[in-house]
């Protein structure tokens, strides 16, 4: 991205109104973008080369020792792995069941605005909130899972979907989805709302059945929709930390640690600094991978559609 | 209401099956409806009992107490978290507004390849989770010589929103003709004149998006207050809340848990339930437009 957008000199900008002296404009945001952002993101790499541990400033350059220790030891494999399951679960299972939602409340039905409200309800609420919430509900025996349980006659203590480590990832991942899934519910209804009407009935008539009208026409006609959904819900799902943090430290084992809690960790609790930054820079390489493998096929694909 | 206007084609039969499978909406939507909001009561109905009443937590609302409350508001020095909730999330979100726009400004309007530059420079942003370059930004500051208060987080909301504000707002800049601006050109209406009283004002939509959208992540997240206070009148409410994390394997605790749950995500309910239509729209917008 960076090498495609270098400036040929100035001069090719030949608008009266809109000259050269708007760039002053930038200036407020370019510097907090410069000095909080690239200048630490270049300064990581340079502390990926050293033992640096946070607080004493003497450190030493060790070469490639801390990439070499972070492939060695497992921890990238293991917590990309655990990234990438948390990432594609939520994203199909958020954006199916977002989706699904939308079309249902986009139909001729009372209290859509009530529903709405139901289903999006989750998202206002902080993820260390929703993190106790969830640890209630998946409780073991009292909570409200296995209360339920209980109720119904089944044995609630066996239920412990966060002491398992099968099963763990796949429970946080869920407490992502309750919460996220209005937000992308939303944003479908949005582009539901874009779809011409007329097109639809000139489908009826012509005889499709409702699932012709989803898949040839709805469909196709909100697929810049379903781009950014899937897009935010990647960027999310890559992100995932929050209910590692709060619901399971990261266990049990390594089952929930993902690649913002490894370097969490590492930086604030083993107190390696330069071990934790070059685990970043790898992490980013993967990530920044991932994300323009995906929008070069999403935009394949919108065309395609 | 949902046929009888759609008088022609529909016969007998067909009304018939149509209210059957209207039924069947109606049932998916209202079962779906309410396990995404069972939880929510659960904890909402704990909350009311006293912090000793831990029976039967699916019994509902058998109990209306005030006092998990007043443990919880005086645990977390609610006054005190509120106070800096408010402050933190409506400085950032004032600046980023103005910080943002205005960076969007010579980006939406220049036709040159260096904007166009800016603009990818800027939404790279959006790709890499900023925790993750969290252990030099903290060096950065620290070299600054800017000291951890409450403020200090506000930093990192400001730079962290710019990607996707630039976004949006230079996707909502081709909206706004530039005829008008031309025409106030030739008035005589100088660069800083023609932003703040032409184009801000009819960036309106877009703000209300950005206001919302980044607001609601900035009110709620901890990560950063977490990293950059270490004084306790200096958290934000869920930082606050972050001091009960032992509490939660601590089944005894739960009542009181339950309850600065809900005091802390009281004060953004209420703002919802006054505004759903400009959240909704809000939200809507920054993705469909942007």
Same mark, same amino acid.
Do not use: H
């Given at each position: ?25 930038? *200036? ?54 655990? #990234? ?12 199916? /069941? ?17 529903? &709405? ?48 480590? &099968? =099963? ?15 937000? =992308?519910?939303? *944003? ?26 989803? &898949? &040839? ?7 810049? #929709? /379903?781009?950014?959904?899937? *897009?935010?819900?990647? /960027? ?29 960790? #590492? ?23 991932? #994300? ?14 | ?5 759609? $008088? ?12 059957? $499978?209207?039924?069947?909406?109606? +049932? ?59 402050? @933190? ?11 943002? @726009?205005?960076?969007?400004? !010579? ?16 939404? %790279?942003?959006?790709?890499?989770? %900023? ?8 060096? @950065? ?35 706004? !003709? ?52 270490? $004084? ?15 509490? $939660? ?23 919802? +339930? ?17």
């Amino acid at each position: 991205m960076a090498q495609q957008g270098k400036p040929k000199k100035k001069g090719a900008n030949t608008s009266l109104v809109f000259t050269n002296k708007m760039y002053v404009f930038l *200036i407020p945001a370019l510097a907090f973008f410069l000095v909080l952002w690239i200048y630490p993101l270049l300064q990581l790499f340079y502390y990926s080369v050293t033992d640096f541990n946070g607080i004493n400033y003497d450190f030493n350059f060790v070469g490639f020792k801390n990439f070499s220790k972070v492939l060695s030891n497992g921890t990238l494999t293991n917590s990309m792995k655990n #990234t990438l399951i948390y990432a594609v679960f939520t994203v199909v299972l958020s954006n199916l /069941i977002g989706l699904g939602i939308a079309m249902a409340l986009n139909t001729r039905i009372r209290f859509k605005g009530l529903f &709405r409200t139901c289903a999006y309800f989750p998202a206002l609420f902080s993820a260390i909130v929703v993190g106790f919430i969830w640890s209630y509900v998946y409780m073991p025996g009292s909570g409200m899972i296995g209360s339920l349980m209980n109720l119904a006659g089944l044995n609630g203590d066996t239920f412990n979907p966060l002491g398992n480590f &099968r =099963t763990a990832l796949y429970a946080i991942a869920f407490v992502e989805i309750w919460k996220g899934f209005g937000t =992308t519910m939303i *944003i479908y209804l949005a582009g539901l709302q874009t779809v011409d009407e007329s097109l639809l009935e000139a489908g009826r008539i012509d005889g499709c059945t409702e699932w012709q009208l989803i &898949r &040839r026409i709805k469909l196709p006609l909100i697929s810049s #929709t /379903i781009t950014i959904n899937v *897009i935010l819900s990647v /960027i999310a799902g890559l992100k995932a930390f929050d209910y590692s943090f709060i619901m399971t430290n990261g266990g049990p084992g390594k089952s929930t640690k993902t690649l913002m809690y490894q370097v969490y960790e #590492t930086a604030f609790t083993d107190m390696k600094m330069g071990r934790a930054s070059a685990f970043s820079v790898l992490a980013f390489a993967l990530i920044i991978a991932i #994300t323009v493998l995906m929008l070069f096929y999403m935009n394949k694909r919108e065309v395609e559609l | 209401m949902a046929f009888g206007k759609k $008088k022609d084609n529909y016969d007998a039969q067909n009304y018939m099956k149509m209210s059957l $499978k209207t039924f069947l909406l109606y +049932l998916v939507i209202i079962v779906f409806c309410v396990i995404v909001i069972a939880p929510l009561v659960i904890v909402f109905s704990s909350s009311l009992r006293t912090p000793e009443n831990q029976t039967t937590p699916l019994a509902l609302f058998i109990e209306f107490s005030m006092a998990s409350y007043q443990k919880a508001f005086s645990n977390m020095n609610y006054p005190m978290e509120l106070l800096n909730s408010i402050v @933190t999330t409506a400085g950032s979100v004032f600046c980023i507004v103005i910080f943002a @726009t205005m960076a969007a400004y !010579p980006i939406g309007r220049i036709k040159t390849k260096l904007a166009r530059f800016l603009y990818f420079f800027f939404i %790279s942003g959006l790709i890499i989770p %900023s925790q993750m370059v969290i252990v030099p930004i903290a060096q @950065t500051l620290n070299r600054l010589g800017i000291p951890n208060t409450r403020f200090t987080p506000m930093l990192m909301f400001i730079t962290c929103s710019l990607p996707f504000s630039v976004f949006l707002f230079s996707g909502f800049m081709k909206g706004v !003709p530039v005829e008008i601006e031309e025409s106030a050109y030739i008035d005589g209406a100088t660069l800083g004149r023609r932003f703040s009283t032409v184009v801000f004002p009819l960036l309106q939509p877009a703000i209300i998006s950005c206001v919302i959208t980044q607001g609601l992540w900035i009110w709620n997240d901890y990560f950063y207050p977490m990293v950059f206070i270490s $004084k306790k009148a200096q958290y934000s409410l869920p930082v606050g809340m972050l001091q009960f994390l032992g509490d $939660k394997e601590n089944p005894a605790q739960w009542n009181i848990l339950f309850a600065a749950c809900v005091l802390c995500a009281l004060p953004l309910i209420i703002v919802f +339930l006054a505004l759903q239509k400009q959240f909704v729209n809000g939200i809507a917008a920054g993705a469909v437009k942007g």
